[in-house]
């Protein structure tokens, strides 16, 4: 991914010919909403409200700058925002990169009929073997290995790259819950709806934490097992026993405590807790939701609907996915789908399944399939383009042969080029006639030989 | 009828399953084989034979690690094998002992022909076994590498079916293919889960909500790897060998979950008991006693108002008798109180007992007044406060679980018996240590004594200093000696047992409390003595006498001059 965002913002590479931001903030606008920050970085900021200001969207989107020399994490850039103070309503943290076709709606009465704390969004991951351009790297990618229970609360989430050889998991959680189900192929969508009292935790000063991913989302997570985490009713009014000795309980830091500060006895949802006959967990000995007043859950959707563009494979599988009609309709919702863009100057018919933006020009005999082309390109006669991604002001001269290739904004292609697999970085020409396959074509390294 | 039973029928094959009969657990006062324990009251044999017959299975063979003429003599009896009856083969199996040996015998009389059903003797199951055989052939089909099916029944964690010390940990993917077999240590705080394990598939399902009824659906192929791994003793020898050499052996396994069924196991004696209280609640309908299981243990009839199950020629007097199994010929008393018992035939219980989850075997007599609980009575036991030979089982090894009723009411009997011990152990020491006095034996004898007694009692370390220290101060009234002579001959046994720890000096200055509760004026006196003689230091009488000490003890003008005298002697001594 870092080939494609040396030059660009990732939250502008375009996917459908449209910059991804785009994505997020039409779904926020369709679901009502009428105010969202963003955060960038301060190099970025103008680009950014440049783009975004194009996309004609109704929405008030307030930009929030950091600074790039502080590198800060996202919980620490979530405080420097967090200007309002203590806020009163639940908060949505969501990634530029998320692309779904999910329904915000739904999303939100599900963290509401649950209660929880926290909700994080979840999807299949895309599988392995999806092609991209570039060599073919024998890295292994990440994996969240995401716990849950059979009602799909949210257990444990931690990364394959924190454990060495074993994964471990609490006994009392296995006593607690009895049935645990450990995935290791969902993505996190970096969307989480968080609850108005973990928001303030995090942007409280006690949340020492950088990370949001990393370091605070595993911390709320477990606290939904300390011994503090019990529903306290009015009548009661004595500190909740601990049930055993636990070495846990004893290294239960002040942060714990912290934490548990921002949970205040809310005499109303006590009540409402006590009247209710609802149980989710029949033959447990416990009440609902096994008594807990933390409570974190997974929102899972299904397979092929939700897209996380933060890798190159995801980026790529995108861009493919979404020139079919169907799925076009899907995640581009609002916006009508237009094949070519009418200020095209296109001599050719031999175009299937793509997208060419604006004041394009297309010269004859070129055949197109599964492309999407961005705007300001010129496309010489006889070229034949199959399953590429074709950024801004890019030039192919004639009688080239595009397979599968990604060309970044403004490179330049020579004549008789074929190129399978590859990459091209921005700015960059490539020579006449150049063959190759499943390379990194970039002016970095041309300078280097 | 649904198509998918027709193809069962449809089978040339005969259906098979393989009942194995290996050593019962020692805990059972039993020695005949595992299959004729009687659980409320019907043998075990009968629970299996007929949990076969209802899925279909055409033929049960019965591998006997012992007791085969008896097992076949009751086959015959009960009717199993007549005309219409599946047919049950009793095979004898001598110098075998496990179960691993009992699958190589099996392997060497090369006797199945297809998919067979394997349990043991002790599998108490109700559900229907069909789609349990389904499942393992349509996992055959789709993977060729299957060998077995493995059916569990649901149990949550705090569930009183999971008596096992170390409890079932299965881990499964989505298809249902087991991926880790475990039994966890109570005690354990984490379970490690190779990365690999998860990583290799979509993820690994964790199922710690389950109990293990040690019934199976195998291959053709299953016994030859008995065969092969002479290592395999027991089932889950078996289990933990596919998934350890699963690279070597290529075999994969499959778990079944038994949904709202039962199915549980009486290998020991905790899940005996469990297992009776669940008959007794006719969980295991219709496996109960009332339904006649063969053609043996007949003739129960079911009371429904009170849920007792009885044979003929019972008499209950004016008791409060409720959830029981009652045998025939058995009497039972006036002023009784019984909950979930099993009782034998030809048992008497004379008035005033009290009993909750007891199981009495043939010809138990229970004596006036005794009272008790989760216990196992064998044949001809008699009961009584004084003379208790049952075997009772600790609750208390189940973890988490806080249940209350039955925890308490265990700890009521414990008591009992411990009150018996002690006056046992006092009235031993009081007397070799007034023999000792008079004839004026050496102390180091009397400890020998005191010790053998000790053991014979099974009195805690902790608390031998209080009984000793009891009969020693108790001793000058006794004998009526002046104290000063009778504590000086005994010191050193005194040193002994009131050593070092603070715990045993509050133990001897509670005895000293307790002795002198009716005269408080020698009180003084004997603590000046103790504490002359070293047996107990300034620092423990101060502070016993602050924070525990009685509130007769506390008025004693003595015993006031005698604190204030140690506090000052204590601050010069700083």
């Keep these: 991914m870092r080939d494609l965002t040396n030059n660009k913002p990732k939250c502008l590479l375009p996917v459908g010919n449209i910059p991804l931001i785009w994505y997020p903030l039409s779904l926020l606008e369709r679901e009502g909403f009428k105010e969202v920050n963003v955060i960038t970085l301060d190099v970025q900021h103008a680009e950014v409200k440049k783009a975004v200001d194009k996309l004609g969207l109704k929405l008030d989107v307030k930009f929030h700058t950091i600074r790039e020399s502080d590198d800060l994490g996202t919980a620490d850039a979530l405080k420097k925002v967090a200007i309002y103070g203590e806020w009163k309503e639940d908060v949505i943290v969501m990634g530029c990169d998320l692309v779904t076709d999910q329904s915000l709606d739904e999303m939100i009465k599900l963290h509401r009929t649950t209660g929880a704390g926290m909700s994080a969004f979840f999807f299949p991951s895309i599988p392995e073997s999806t092609s991209v351009p570039g060599p073919k790297s024998k890295i292994r990618t990440d994996r969240d290995l995401v716990v849950l229970d059979k009602h799909n609360r949210l257990l444990m989430l931690t990364s394959a790259m924190d454990h060495d050889e074993n994964m471990s998991v609490r006994m009392r959680i296995l006593k607690k819950f009895g049935r645990i189900d450990i995935k290791s192929r969902l993505t996190d969508g970096h969307f989480y709806i968080l609850d108005n009292r973990v928001w303030n935790f995090i942007i409280s000063e006690e949340n020492s934490d950088m990370s949001l991913k990393g370091e605070v989302l595993p911390f709320i997570i477990k606290q939904q097992f300390s011994h503090l985490n019990k529903v306290v009713h009015k009548e009661s009014k004595v500190e909740p026993k601990r049930l055993s000795v636990d070495i846990d309980d004893e290294q239960e830091t002040e942060e714990t405590h912290k934490f548990f500060k921002h949970f205040t006895l809310d005499e109303l949802q006590n009540l409402t807790d006590l009247y209710n006959g609802y149980n989710n967990h029949p033959d447990s000995t416990y009440g609902r939701y096994l008594d807990d007043r933390l409570r974190c859950f997974a929102i899972i959707a299904p397979s092929g609907s939700s897209f996380k563009v933060n890798t190159l494979a995801s980026y790529c599988e995108v861009n493919r996915q979404i020139l079919l009609a169907e799925n076009w309709e899907r995640f581009a919702k609002s916006k009508p789908l237009v094949r070519v863009d009418p200020s095209c100057g296109s001599k050719t018919k031999k175009i299937e399944s793509s997208l060419v933006g604006a004041n394009t020009q297309i010269g004859e005999g070129v055949k197109i399939e599964k492309c999407s082309i961005g705007s300001s390109c010129i496309v010489e006669q006889n070229v034949t383009l199959s399953g590429c991604i074709i950024m801004d002001g890019v030039t192919i001269k004639e009688g080239t042969v595009l397979t599968d290739c990604l060309i970044s904004d403004k490179a330049n292609i020579g004549t008789n080029c074929d190129l399978k697999s590859c990459l091209v970085d921005a700015k960059f020409s490539v020579p006449s006639k150049t063959e190759s396959s499943s390379k990194i074509l970039s002016g970095v390294l041309m300078s280097t030989e | 009828m649904p198509p998918k039973d027709k193809e069962i029928l449809k089978e040339k094959e005969v259906l098979q399953a393989v009942v194995v009969d290996d050593l019962l657990s020692t805990d059972f006062p039993f020695s005949g084989p595992k299959g004729l324990l009687r659980l409320a009251n019907v043998r075990l044999l009968d629970y299996t ?73 002790d599998t108490v199951c109700t559900a229907d076994l069909r789609p349990l055989l389904l499942r393992h052939r349509a996992t055959c089909a789709r993977d060729k590498n299957a060998v077995v099916t493995l059916a569990f029944a649901q149990a949550e964690p705090q569930h009183a079916a999971r008596t096992e010390p170390k409890q079932l940990l299965l881990g499964t993917a989505a298809s249902g293919r087991v991926l880790a077999h475990q ?46 791994n002479f290592d395999f003793q027991t089932r889950d020898d078996f289990v933990r060998g596919l998934l350890l050499n699963e690279d070597i052996l290529g075999h994969t396994m499959y778990a079944h979950i038994l949904q709202d069924e039962y199915a549980s196991r009486a290998h020991s004696l905790p899940s005996y008991l469990a297992t009776s209280v669940d008959v007794i609640r006719r969980w295991t309908f219709p496996l109960t006693p009332d339904v006649s299981l063969s053609q043996v243990d007949r003739g129960y009839r079911l009371d429904v108002v009170f849920n007792i199950c009885k044979q003929s020629d019972v008499s209950i007097g004016r008791s409060d008798v409720e959830d029981c199994v009652i045998g025939e010929g058995s009497v039972i008393g006036d002023n009784c109180r019984l909950r979930l018992c099993v009782i034998g035939k030809n048992c008497v219980i004379h008035d005033d007992v009290d009993l909750c989850g007891a199981v009495l075997w043939d010809q138990c007599v229970v004596k006036k007044g005794f009272k008790k609980s989760h216990f196992l009575a064998p044949e001809r036991t008699v009961l009584s406060k004084n003379n208790d030979k049952s075997i009772s089982v600790k609750v208390e090894e189940r973890m988490d679980s806080v249940d209350s009723d039955t925890d308490s009411s265990e700890d009521e009997g414990e008591a009992a018996d411990e009150v018996d011990e002690y006056e046992n152990f006092f009235n031993e020491v009081q007397d070799s240590l007034e023999r000792g006095f008079g004839e004026k034996v050496n102390t180091d004898d009397l400890v020998v004594e005191i010790n053998s007694s000790r053991f014979a009692n099974d009195i805690p370390a902790n608390e031998v200093s209080l009984w000793v220290s009891k009969v020693v101060l108790g001793l000058p009234a006794a004998l009526k000696k002046p104290p000063k002579d009778v504590l000086a001959y005994f010191r050193p046994i005194l040193r002994k047992y009131v050593g070092k720890a603070s715990a045993d000096h509050l133990n001897c200055l509670l005895a000293l409390e307790e002795v002198t509760a009716e005269g408080p004026a020698e009180a003084a006196k004997m603590l000046t003595l103790l504490y002359q003689m070293d047996v107990l230091e300034e620092d423990t009488i101060v502070e016993w006498f602050e924070e525990s000490a009685g509130q007769q003890l506390r008025q004693q003008a003595n015993m006031r001059k005698f604190i204030e005298w140690l506090q000052t002697a204590e601050e010069e001594s700083d």
């Design chain 2, 49 to 121: 034979l007929s949990c076969l017959s209802a899925a279909g299975v055409e033929q049960t063979l019965v591998y006997a690690a012992q007791g085969s003429e008896q097992l076949q003599e009751h086959v015959r009896a009960s009717g199993w094998g007549e005309p219409g009856a599946m047919a049950v083969q009793v095979v004898a199996c001598q110098g075998s002992l496990t179960f691993g040996d009992l699958m190589r015998e099996l392997d060497a009389r090369n006797a199945i022909q297809g998919d067979f059903f394997l349990l043991t003797a």
């Design chain 2, 183 to 228: 039994r966890l240590d109570p005690d354990a705080r984490n379970l490690d889960l190779p990365l690999d394990l998860i990583l290799q598939g979509p993820g690994v399902e964790l199922r710690y909500d389950l109990s293990d009824p040690c019934l199976a659906v195998c291959s053709l192929a299953v016994p030859p790897i008995f065969s092969d």
